[in-house]
């Protein structure tokens, strides 16, 4: 049974970090990428980072750029997302996805690119 379980969400202050981990299980880990999206309420899904199955590449959405930073251990079957400098406007359900990557460099960064889905984590920066 495919698995992806968020933790590591919360309520901080503007400003203030955070660090996102996505534990995965069911499948075979190194052979997907791994993506991070996020939705605000009232909006839809967006992509914010993706990595690549052997963590050598990354995409990352002009918003998150120098804040965020993705990164995978593909060892303990996690992924995580180190989020610095956050705004009130980063406020969301934040959720990590996994493709299945025929390529090592690739990084999808389409919403139905990604066939795995988390629950989600929520997010809450105050200002």
């Known amino acids: 049974q495919v698995r992806l379980v968020e933790s590591g969400g919360g309520l901080v202050q503007a400003g203030g970090s955070l660090r996102l981990s996505c534990t995965a299980s069911g499948f075979i880990f190194s052979r997907y990428a791994m993506g991070w999206f996020r939705q605000a309420l009232g909006k839809e899904r967006e992509f914010l980072v993706g990595?690549?199955?052997?963590?050598?590449?990354?995409q990352y959405t002009d918003s998150v750029k120098g804040r965020f930073t993705i990164s995978r251990d593909n060892a303990k079957n996690a992924v995580h997302l180190q989020m610095n400098s956050l705004r009130p406007e980063d406020t969301a359900v934040y959720y990590c996805?996994?493709?299945?990557?025929?390529?090592?460099?690739?990084?999808?960064?389409?919403?139905?690119?990604?066939?795995?889905w988390g629950q989600g984590t929520q997010v809450t920066v105050s200002s």
């Open positions: 996805s996994a493709d299945f990557a025929s390529s090592p460099s690739a990084v999808p960064v389409r919403e139905y690119d990604y066939a795995f």
């Open positions: 990595i690549s199955r052997n963590g050598g590449f990354t």
